[in-house]
């Protein structure tokens, strides 16, 4: 949390004469080193994972894939910009079922025009509860966007549920394969490739994001809300683009598992999946893009493993581990290997260049 | 005439099950500024208790007056373990209490199996008001009901620790300065809330059954009906659940199920929208 202030700090620093608090060199040269390292390994990782794996372990692979992307969307929203959005789902969901209406009454498969049709269903529905949750005379506070966004995601589930439409409490089954020209995806390597591209494209995206100016304001946002006003910036405004752009990308990765799977059911807009990408964000690191991507894998990974043997004990485990990752390790797991400063990263001028600058 | 009256007895049995649910909530949320995410696990565990004290053969209203003490020493006890730990911050507070919730309800689940499971109601049969029935057990979850809502009201309004919990409420360092120990006012407030949930969960398992997923059914009508209501008061949650219970329970005699059903939600978030403060502003009883 710290450094975040401490950047800001590093930016105001210019302005108001305020000596800048500066690590040893030697520390920071070997500490700003690891993320990419983290990140190189899971990609690497990703990349051979299909060519290790069984069949039937690649599909799940490939639905990790998908979370992890729909993990990185709450990331944006909850660790960089400090918005509790309990009803992550809601636009996961929405997409799922709306790309799912596609395939089954227009026909429409063509992956060109799905996927783009996904992420604008969430991004409109995340414009639209984010819209509606954070702008206004008066700044909301956290807890009315959380437990707004929570209803919403709940509503949702109970509208999904009771609507024959929407296929009720059974969803949708047996959606068509998402096809480009005659090609058709099916679960597999191909499938595989096609999301760990999807992922690494989106998470190039938010990285360059969050390391830009508006990302340096959000992780203000974040840590002081207040003094990020104060200096000029529209609070308000750059929550609502931050939710709408995780929107947009939950949107994304519903659409991706909509298809995979082959069907939507309610609770992929309810309480339940919207909770468990908290747990994936939370157990990874909020506030680093790749925490979320390692924290998926995890939860993911033990629950798949767990769940021949311990089905009924590993919810109760995961909650424990929960329990303890927020109260000893507020930062996730990622923060074991992954300094403060890194999390933020760098803004504006190089530290060299200013070291020399500051007599 | 007798239809309207069978509705109107419904809504006021609905409205009275959400407000029992409510008030611990809403002590809570006013008390300390933080949701509680596993009250809906206290109103689980209150419901289990009773199950238990039947399927042991005991008589079922020994399991139900002993629901809330025992929901109660355990919300003391998690209290001063764990929930002290996030007093700063609403939204760790949030996590924390949804992770404890996840443990609770899934040893819930792990005990009890996938099943729903009945208590019979301890008092059975109806009441006959002429041509009209109405179920027994309804109607003495109101009278309790009513009954809690007056001890409450006295607990907080007549007695010393009333008092100090208000004290504590309004100014906490203020309060610690004139020499009232906020820390045990706090674990006792929350222990209160938390027999408040057993009691309710206790209270409505004959009418719902027991699974695991019953609290979570109540816990985001009760989040709603404290913003609604306005937190920091304890008169504030009640109308709230009040407003929010009756509507959930009149809104699908006029109209399609879910359309009420989503409806309720979406006034309700659009009131607190455009009234942050909720429908009764203010501290105090």
Known sequence: MGAAKQAVQVEVGDEMDVPVIDHAPAERGTARKILPIVEGVVLVAALLAPLVLQDYLTVFATRV?????????????????GIMSFGQALFFGSAGYGVALLARDLDITNIVLVLPAGTLIGLTFALLLGGFLLLGRHPSSVIFVSLGTLTGSYAADR??????????????????????????????????????????????????????QFGLALAGLRENEQRIAFFG??????????????????????????????????????????????????????????????????????????????????????????????LFRPLGLISFVLGERERVGSFGAKPKEKRNAAP | ?????????????????????????????????????AQGEFVLLGAYITYLAYAKGMPIWAGMVAAPFV????????????????????????????????IIRESVRGLIGGFYL????????????????????????????????GGCY?????????????????????????????????????????????????????????????????????????????????????????????????????MAPVVADVL???????FIKFRPQGLIAGKGV
């Not at chain 1, 894939?65 to 910009?81: E, N, P, Q, R, T």
């Not at chain 1, 750059?238 to 298809?259: E, H, P």
């Not at chain 2, 008092?123 to 809690?148: C, E, K, P, Q, Y």
């Open chain 1, 65 to 81: 894939i998908i979370l992890a992307l729909f993990a990185l969307s709450f990331d944006l929203v909850w660790g960089y910009a």
């Open chain 1, 159 to 212: 509208l999904a549920r009771g609507w024959y439409y929407l296929g009720g409490q059974n969803g949708i089954p047996s959606i068509a394969p998402m096809s480009l020209g005659t090609y058709e995806f099916t679960e597999g390597p191909a499938f595989y490739y096609l999301v760990l591209g999807i992922l690494v494209v989106v998470y190039l995206l938010c990285r360059f994001l969050v390391r830009s």
């Open chain 1, 233 to 326: 910036y529209k609070a308000q405004h750059l929550k609502a683009i931050i939710f709408t752009i995780g929107g947009a990308v939950a949107g994304l990765a519903g659409s991706l598992y909509a298809f995979h799977e082959g069907f939507v059911w309610p609770n992929m807009v309810g309480v339940v999946v919207s909770t468990q990408v908290v747990l994936y964000v939370l157990f990874g690191g909020s506030g680093t893009l790749i925490g979320a991507v390692i924290g998926t894998v995890i939860v993911e990974g033990v629950s798949f493993w767990l769940s021949d043997n311990y089905r009924d004990v590993w919810p109760i485990i995961l909650g424990l581990l929960l329990l303890l990752v927020i």
């Open chain 2, 1 to 37: 005439m007798a239809n309207a009256f069978v509705a109107a007895f419904e809504i006021l049995s609905f409205g009275a099950i959400i407000v029992l649910i409510v008030l611990g909530l809403g002590i809570i949320a006013s008390m300390m500024g933080i949701f509680n995410f």
């Open chain 2, 71 to 102: 929901v109660g020493a355990l919300g003391f006890v998690l209290e001063a373990l764990i929930i002290r730990r996030f007093y700063a911050a609403p939204i760790v507070a949030m996590l924390g209490t949804y992770a404890l919730g996840l």
């Open chain 2, 118 to 149: 009945t208590v019979p109601e301890p008092i059975g049969g109806s009441i006959d008001i002429g041509a009209m029935h109405i179920s027994a057990w309804r109607f003495t979850i109101i009278v309790i009901t009513l009954l809690v809502m």
């Open chain 2, 154 to 254: 006295l607990l907080l309004s007549r007695t010393s620790f009333g008092l100090r919990v208000r004290a504590t409420l309004e100014n906490p360092s203020l309060a610690r300065a004139s020499g009232i120990s906020t820390p045990l006012i706090y674990g006792a407030t929350f222990a209160f809330g938390a027999a408040l949930a057993g009691l309710a969960g206790a209270l409505i398992v004959p009418v719902f059954s027991l699974f695991a997923d019953l609290g979570l059914r109540f816990l985001i009508q009760g989040f709603v009906a404290v913003m609604v209501g306005g937190v920091g008061s304890f008169i504030g949650p009640v109308a709230g659940a009040g407003v929010i219970g009756t509507l959930s329970a009149a809104l699908p005699w006029v």
């Open chain 2, 264 to 270: 309720v939600f979406v006034l309700a978030i659009v």
